[in-house]
Nanobody
Framework: QVQLVESGGGLVQPGGSLRLSCAAS????????VGWYRQAPGKQRELVAA???????NYADSVKGRFTISRDNAKNTVYLQMNSLKPEDTAVYYC??????????WGQGTQVTVSS
């Protein structure tokens, strides 16, 4: 059974930093890419950052220069380093693993709240 577990969320002041982790277990198969998404109340879920199996990264314009996605293949874990956080970054953050053969898996999400 595939399981993705996000962690690292919490309450932080504007300008602060958090590092989110997404740990995977189970037989996922060949991975095409891993993405971090976020969803704020009343808004659609949006892609924040993604990294392919080859290491290529891309980011939403709203987080470029502030967020960094990375991975540790030995630990089956993908990270999202979030710096210079703003109140508009407040959301539930989810990781998603897309298989090369098709289909994807979602984690349960972790809450990030940026407030003074």
């Amino acid at each position: 059974q595939v399981q993705l577990v996000e962690s690292g969320g919490g309450l932080v002041q504007p300008g602060g930093s958090l590092r989110l982790s997404c740990a995977a277990s189970g037989r996922i198969g060949s991975i095409y890419a891993v993405g971090w998404y976020r969803q704020a109340p009343g808004k659609q879920r949006e892609l924040v950052a993604a990294i392919t199996s080859g290491g290529t990264t891309n980011y939403a314009d709203s987080v470029k220069g502030r967020f960094t996605i990375s991975r540790d293949n030995a630990k089956n874990t993908v990270y999202l380093q979030m710096n210079s956080l703003k109140p508009e970054d407040t959301a539930v953050y989810y990781c998603n693993v897309g298989r090369t053969i098709g289909g994807s898996y979602w984690g349960q999400g972790t809450q990030v709240t940026v407030s003074s």
